[in-house]
């Protein structure tokens, strides 16, 4: 079955800090990972995805299969990056729905 | 350009009762997909339609109930209500199957 942990509910880091945001997800295939973000008082957006290899908003995870994981990273935090992240998993078969991890609550502190 | 959209945006049922929840998804897009978020969690997967067939379930009990019509608008219904269905319940559109999710703001709804 497949499942996605975030360790961290709460993460703290000072403006202009390194910040990274832990993932590790259980499946057997070869899934497809996102980040989403929800700032406050706004509806969950995707932020990225592994198979576009972008950086968005100075964000960027890469997907190490052999550690199962996904952390997100950013050099240097800034205030407008507060909010609530959410690592999830799309399957390479079966289900056609995403697998949300409980979500790490990011303060980035002026 | 609007983007998902969700009614009503809070409702307060008391136990027992039976919900409606609805959901419009972004122009073109032909998947609609419910999930549960219940405070301090991610969002868990209810139900996912695609034109206008059932694709998938969750592990939520057959008082949850869904539908898609015609336009690819889509419902979510809720019997004999529980304290614990108090949740925000998000719906999300697809153009394909295995694309990027679109969010709605989510209906919260409390049961008393």
């Known amino acids: 079955a497949q499942r996605v942990t975030q360790p961290e509910k709460l993460l703290s880091v000072f403006k202009g800090a390194p910040v990274e945001l832990k993932c590790n997800y259980s499946y057997s295939g070869s899934p497809e990972l996102f980040w989403y973000v929800q700032y406050s008082r706004q509806r969950l957006q995707l932020l990225l995805r592994?198979?576009s290899r972008e950086s968005i908003k100075g964000f960027t995870a890469d997907l190490n299969k052999g550690e199962t994981s996904f952390h997100l990273k950013k050099p240097f935090a800034q205030e407008e990056d507060s909010a609530m992240y959410y690592c999830?998993?799309?399957?390479?078969?079966?289900?056609?729905?995403?697998?949300f991890g409980t979500g790490t609550r990011l303060t980035v502190i002026p | 350009d609007a983007g998902v959209t969700q009614s009503p945006t809070h409702l307060i049922k008391t136990r027992g009762q039976q919900v409606t929840l609805r959901c419009s998804p972004i122009?073109?897009?032909?998947?609609v997909s419910w999930y549960q978020q219940v405070l301090g969690q991610g969002p868990q997967f209810i139900f996912q339609y695609y034109e206008k067939e059932e694709r998938g379930r969750g592990n939520f009990p057959d008082r949850f109930s869904a539908r898609q019509f015609p336009n690819y608008s889509s419902e979510l219904n809720v019997n004999a209500l529980l304290l614990g269905d108090s949740a925000l319940y998000l719906c999300?559109?697809?153009?394909?199957?295995?694309?990027?999710?679109?969010f709605g703001q989510g209906t919260r709804l409390t049961v008393v």
């Open positions: 999300a559109s697809t153009k394909w199957e295995n694309t990027e999710a679109f």
């Open positions: 592994h198979i």
């Open positions: 999830a998993l799309f399957p390479a078969t079966g289900a056609n729905n995403l697998f």
């Open positions: 122009s073109g897009h032909k998947s």
